[in-house]
């Protein structure tokens, strides 16, 4: 009796044709995450303002920076600046410039480690 249901139209989809449909949970939930900060080298640009920092635009979309934000510039966690951002094109995301005149009178050295991040 089963075999002739079966062919008369009352057959059960395939489950693998159904679930390839269906997206994992994780995909669900999942969310596009920004990193808060990222540590870099800074470099000296004294051509710059100095009250601005030239940021790579990958690095700023990394971070949410636009054009004209306020950012930090913290070196060994003690010392924090706040500059203006400044898009620039650059392939390199680990490297932003700042003018020289203030981090070299706070001991900041050519080329230090430090941490970028959006002000609060």
């Not at 601005?52 to 913290?74: H, N, R």
């Not at 951002?85 to 900041?108: C, I, K, M």
């Amino acid at each position: 009796m089963s075999q002739e249901s079966r062919e008369a139209g009352g057959s059960k989809p395939d489950i693998n044709k159904l679930l390839a449909i269906v997206p994992p949970a994780s995909e669900l939930r999942k969310k596009e995450t920004s990193i808060k900060e990222k540590r870099i080298r800074v470099q000296f640009d004294s051509s710059l303002d100095p009250s601005k920092m030239k940021i790579p635009t990958e690095l700023a979309k990394m971070l949410g920076v636009k054009e004209g934000d306020a950012v930090e510039l913290v070196v060994a966690g003690k010392k924090k600046f706040t500059y203006t951002a400044t898009l620039f094109e650059s392939s390199d995301t680990n490297v932003v410039y700042a003018h020289p005149d203030e981090l070299t009178r706070q001991g900041v050295a050519n080329n230090s480690i430090a941490t970028v991040r959006r002000a609060h």
